[in-house]
């Protein structure tokens, strides 16, 4: 793995993956906590507060959509770069074989085409791992990252709704108690 797409890939999971498991977590503690808590009427006050901040962490997951759609952005620029680079390759190449001609009569200059050469052979080797980088771990991520944050959007919905239908359930058992 060379150094680009290591860089990649630390950069998917500092802005992606933890960041989204981080909020997988909480959310998942804090709909057990309402859970487990909800009939409890003493921890009234504390579940209020939990759905709440489920439901802020709907808001989160909006914000977490918004980094994904910036490593889209980012992926395109880093193709563009990476274009370039080839072109800098291609011609780099061209230029080391006019060296290699020129190096006949000069032993300075032969040394600099074998320089010349060694660099070019790493700057492919890096933009052909940065481009399978590009093409395969942006995306995939991407994916999987857009598919979780979906998902968890719609299990928050589902909570939210059943949430609500208990509030409404246990409001019309306070008004059948009372009369």
Known sequence: MGMGSKIIIDLAKEKINKPLLAKIAVVAGLIAFIREMM???EKAEEVEEAIEKVIAAKEAYDDMEEGIETMKTKKEEVEKTL??????AKAATTLEK???IGSA???AAAAVAVAQKFIIEKAKEEIADLKGAVK??????VDKAQKTVK???TKIDKFVREMEEK???AKLKMERNKV
Do not use: F, H, Y
């Not at 274009?83 to 800098?88: L, N, W």
């Open 151 to 153: 998902d968890q959007k």
């Open 105 to 107: 009569l000069n032993p």
């Open 167 to 169: 509030k409404r359930i």
């Open 136 to 141: 395969g771990i942006i995306p995939s991520t």
């Open 98 to 100: 006019t060296s290699t």
């Open 83 to 88: 274009a370039a680079a080839e072109t800098a």
């Open 39 to 41: 009939d409890v009427k």
